[in-house]
């Protein structure tokens, strides 16, 4: 499929000449191919969140272009706003910009700067609510009388009435307890499938990427350090520990039990996909098959079936 | 654009203007400000900004900050450079005569002076800020007005007040940003389009603005009450102003300096 994000060669420096300068993003190069659910992770201040700010030019680049389709986002700074449409952004705790009386209201806000009309955005609110699995009822209260958890699903469902192609979201659950982060990753993972859309999920978390994404882009100090399937990137797993960054807990078992001389796959990054391995194992060692790693073997096999 | 404030920025530094006592820092720029309206003649005003410079340079404050303190009030000094250029009549022939504007040599020497008096007064008070830290500064304010306490005015509680805001200006500019940013993003049109359309697009950052500001309050509140902040009463400070003989020492080089600028004015009436 087409490449719907090209950036070749992105920098950004904050207060340019000053002393003050800060370079965020350094010659960063990569495309997006339409359909993908590409994880964004990296250590605080390795400029994930300046990277996405610049998908819908709400930062100019100090060099290098971006594509969006095709289009070059700066080649007429007028028309910036129709990027904006095309790329929907939701920011860190989307909550604080709620305004509206009712949530409804407060959704059709960017389909109403669309210029659509009522029945286009009536449509758009209630598609958007049922993605984010919002209770209709809830739809003509205040967004303020909500509890914290609803409260982020009218800000996210109010970008995606919107129906960008390119939905980036940062750290969509951030401050959520363990079951609202699960509901909401789900609905945008459910979202992505329904609708095609292009999905760029920023976040601290390796199980939330390893479960969603099916891309991983890893930023460290203001580049990109690795970008790949998730697979190949986890399968990297101890350049990822040397950045700073966590993998998930069962990577790290699987990586140790490798340490230990048991022939295990690496790149075992989910639990169903563990549990998998683990029975494969056991299969393999009742078939009287050994478990030992064919080079350094340290250890009889027997503890992978634990 | 609103990373450009330069309210209450504060430089860091550990120059002499930096390490003189808050106290007498705040009350020599206010005498430096009636200096300015006092020794109001060409020689004055040059002595003044001479002054000045020498207290940025010992400072080390680079001049271009004086450039970014001077930006925002630019149209005001421009305003009243104009009213004095054509409302200041003075004897003699007038230089230009158009229609109702008449311009004499006497307002061209007015609209100059008060224009440069404007700026240095803002330069001025700029040194102040740039170089002593905002809580500082109201512990200064706290201390200066002590006396009003006996007369009942909540002295305490309004450096406290100071500080607060203070305080939260960067905080506040910093959300703005953000929710500006958020409101974008959802195709809101906040730096184009027509003035009323501007002051409409205005609604969805204040609102959103104001909540936190409450919210932030609600929660600093309650931070300083579990605190068990109760006030001024009784209350001691870990840092205690005290004036030292060097204080003392940059006091009276400081009266000297504006004494010789006031006497300029009185021995050279004419310059």
Redesign the interface.
């Known amino acids: 499929m087409a490449d719907i994000i090209k950036v070749e060669h992105l920098s950004y420096v904050y ?1 340019p000449g000053l ?1 003050t300068a800060v370079t965020a993003l350094d010659d960063v190069s990569f495309t997006v191919e339409e359909g993908d659910f590409v994880g964004i992770i990296g250590a605080t201040g390795s400029g994930k969140s300046t990277l996405i ?1 610049h998908m ?1 030019g ?1 930062n100019k680049p100090t060099s290098g272009k971006i594509f969006i389709d095709g289009r070059d986002l700066w080649a007429d700074p007028e028309k910036i ?1 129709d990027f ?2 095309l790329t ?2 939701v ?1 860190q705790y ?1 909550e ?4 509206e009386e009712t949530c409804y209201k407060d959704i059709a ?2 389909p109403k ?2 210029g659509l009309d009522d029945a286009e955005i009536d449509r758009r609110v209630h598609e958007a609510a049922d993605f984010v699995g919002l209770d209709p009822a809830l739809l003509e209260r205040s967004p ?1 009388e909500l509890s914290g958890g609803q409260k982020r699903r009218v800000a996210v469902a ?2 995606m009435a ?1 129906k960008p192609r390119i939905l980036v979201l940062d750290e969509p659950a951030a401050g959520l307890d363990p079951e609202g982060r699960d509901d909401i990753l789900s609905e945008v993972k459910e979202y992505h499938k329904k609708t095609g859309t292009t999905v760029l999920l920023v976040s601290h978390s390796m199980e939330d990427i390893a479960k969603y994404a099916n891309r991983v882009l890893v930023m460290s100090n203001k580049k990109i350090a690795m970008y790949d399937t998730v697979e190949k990137v986890f399968a990297r797993a101890p350049e990822l520990l040397e950045l700073g960054l966590s993998v998930p807990q069962v990577t790290k078992i699987f990586l140790k039990l490798r340490e230990m001389g048991v022939d295990v796959p690496a790149d075992v990054y989910t639990i169903p996909y563990a549990v998998k391995m683990i029975v494969e194992a056991k299969r393999r060692r009742d078939a009287g098959e050994s478990l030992v790693l064919p080079r350094e073997a340290k250890q009889e096999g027997g503890a992978a079936t634990c | 654009m609103l ?1 450009d404030i330069t309210i209450g920025q504060h430089f860091p530094g550990n120059s002499l203007v930096h390490r003189f006592d808050p106290r007498l820092k705040l009350v020599l720029t206010i005498v430096y400000i009636v200096l300015l309206f006092a020794a109001s003649n060409p020689l004055g005003l040059t002595l003044s900004i001479l002054f000045l410079a020498a207290m940025y340079t010992v400072a080390k404050i ?1 001049l271009k900050m004086i450039g970014k303190s001077l930006k925002p009030i630019l149209p005001i000094v421009i305003f009243t450079a104009v009213l004095n250029l054509f409302f200041v009549s003075g004897e003699g022939e007038p230089l230009v005569h158009i229609w109702f504007l008449t311009i004499y040599a006497e307002g061209v020497r007015y609209a100059v002076l008060m224009a440069v008096r404007v700026m240095a007064l803002i330069a001025g008070t700029s040194l102040l800020t740039y170089t002593t830290s905002p809580i500082v500064l109201t512990d200064a304010i706290e201390q200066l007005l002590k006396p009003l306490g006996k007369l009942h005015f909540p002295v305490h509680e309004l450096a406290m007040m100071m500080s607060i805001a203070l305080r939260f200006i960067p905080t506040l500019i910093e959300e703005t940003d ?2 500006m ?9 906040l730096d ?1 389009g027509k003035m009323t359309e501007r002051v409409k697009a205005l ?2 950052v204040l ?2 603005l104001f ?2 500001a409450f919210r932030r309050a609600d929660e600093l509140a309650m931070a300083m009450e579990c605190r068990c902040y109760r006030g001024g009463d009784g209350r001691t400070r870990l840092k205690v102003l005290r004036c030292t003989k060097r204080d003392y020492i940059d006091l009276a080089v400081c009266i000297a300096c504006f004494a010789v600028i006031l006497s300029s004015r009185l021995v050279f009436p004419n310059f």
């Not at chain 1, 604080?96 to 305004?99: E, K, P, T």
């Not at chain 2, 940013?181 to 049109?189: M, T, V």
């Open positions: 207060n002393p700010t819908n709400l706003r904006r449409f929907g952004l920011f989307p604080y910009q709620l305004f806000f960017g700067n669309m303020f109010g970008v919107m | 990373r680079p953000k929710i940013n958020a409101q974008k993003a959802r195709g809101a049109q184009t609604v969805p609102i959103p909540i936190s």
